[in-house]
């Protein structure tokens, strides 16, 4: 009697394990699957005769003008990649190639060394990481732990968690007016951890989704400028103060 006991119960503790790691696994899946998607991008990921556009393991490698500097972008969390191919196209016709990478369930969290991939396969005089919020976030981890590899880093609505403020390279931190997504309280005190030459730059009617093209994020504010105007700013001030 005793041993179908313990059966039983070794059953019953083996039952709730299962509906337990059945849920996690459904509730991961669902979260993944539950993300922004990319609007409007199809004429950016065509090549054309400034930019070619071409689809790589790691993602998209915009190859424009330029043949001696790239940019590393990694993308914002829950955003389809491709929504960042405006941007990416239009800062390689000003000169400056751009790798735009593929994240593991759109979370560059789980996809925070792949720009070492990039690196390894192609060669550039000056190499430059860059993201959109967590992706900002992870760029600015993957810089710190490299730092001679990279001549400037770029945060979009981004901060870094990881002190840099000895690099050697400029750092451009840009961010919207109305956006109501960045933790600004987290920002300023972030701040420090940037060299004291950085360049925070806000764009006047920004928000946090327009640096991308994925429409309206929940909790943003509304931007009073559209999508092409902040990411021709944004383009403006990388440019003026990389190149």
Not at 156 to 184: H, M, Q
Request: charged letters at 25%; hydrophobic letters at 40%.
């Amino acid at each position: 009697m005793n041993t179908l006991k313990k059966i039983s119960k070794k059953k019953l503790i083996f039952d709730i394990v299962t509906v337990v790691v059945i849920a996690l696994f459904t509730g991961a899946a669902a979260y993944i699957n539950d993300y922004y998607h990319a609007k409007d991008v199809d004429s950016y990921l065509q090549s054309t005769g400034q930019v070619k556009v071409k689809e790589i393991k790691e993602g998209y490698f915009f190859d424009g003008k330029g043949t001696e500097d790239a940019l590393i972008f990694y993308p914002g969390a829950k955003v389809e990649y491709s929504a960042y191919a405006p941007l990416m196209n239009q800062l390689a016709s000003e000169g400056i190639d751009c790798f735009l990478v593929k994240m593991p369930g759109n979370l560059a969290i789980f996809g925070s060394n792949k720009a070492e991939k990039i690196q390894e396969k192609y060669e550039y005089k000056q190499w430059y990481m860059a993201g959109h919020s967590l992706g900002g976030a992870m760029a600015a981890n993957y810089t710190a732990k490299h730092e001679k590899q990279f001549s400037g880093l770029v945060l979009l609505a981004a901060y870094s968690t990881k002190d840099i403020s000895d690099a050697d390279f400029p750092v451009v931190a840009l961010y919207g007016e109305n956006d109501k997504v960045l933790n600004r309280e987290t920002f300023e005190k972030d701040k420090t951890n940037l060299p004291k030459n950085s360049v925070i730059h806000e764009i006047p009617g920004g928000n946090h989704a327009l640096f991308g093209s994925y429409g309206a994020q929940d909790g943003d504010g509304k931007a009073t400028i559209s999508g092409k105007e902040q990411q021709k700013e944004t383009i403006d001030v990388i440019i003026e103060n990389f190149l």
